[in-house]
């Protein structure tokens, strides 16, 4: 198994993943980082934060991974919201209306300020 093109931190409960890549392609690294994601929520991680800063290209194969992570945290209770997102990226979720059932940052500061209300509720 390859390393994750992904740092993973800690603020508080909110788990922040951002990438070390340019481009979210390989269908193998995506697979890899829905395991790694759906294993945080199993493993009790409700609040994540997928920072997108960097990456200017990614396959539609992504867009299930966070459809997944989605799906998971309702299960849960949970929350995700995204940020960051350059001009390309942001224009797919319009196009695929993603950006209707994901809340949207532009910067990673207000996202987790807005996570950061949601964590209080939760403990």
């Known amino acids: 198994m390859r390393e994750l093109p992904i740092i993973v ?8 993943l951002c ?10 690294i995506i697979d890899q980082i829905k395991s790694y994601i ?7 991680g ?7 800063a960097g990456i200017e290209y990614m396959s539609s194969s992504f867009l299930s991974v966070l459809i997944a992570m989605k799906k998971s945290l309702y299960q849960v209770k ?6 960051c997102l350059s001009g390309n990226i942001a224009r797919l979720f319009s196009i695929t209306e993603l950006d209707r059932i994901f809340d949207i940052f532009h910067s990673e500061s207000d996202a987790l300020e807005f996570l950061q209300t949601f964590s209080d509720q939760i403990d």
Not at 19 to 28: A, C, G, N, V
Not at 46 to 52: E, M, V, Y
């Open 19 to 28: 990438f070390t890549i340019e481009k979210l392609t390989d269908i193998l």
């Open 38 to 44: 759906l294993s945080v929520i199993t493993g009790g």
């Open 46 to 52: 409700r609040i994540i934060l997928i920072n997108f």
């Open 78 to 83: 949970g929350k995700a919201c995204l940020c």
């Open 9 to 16: 931190e800690e603020k508080g409960n909110i788990r922040v």
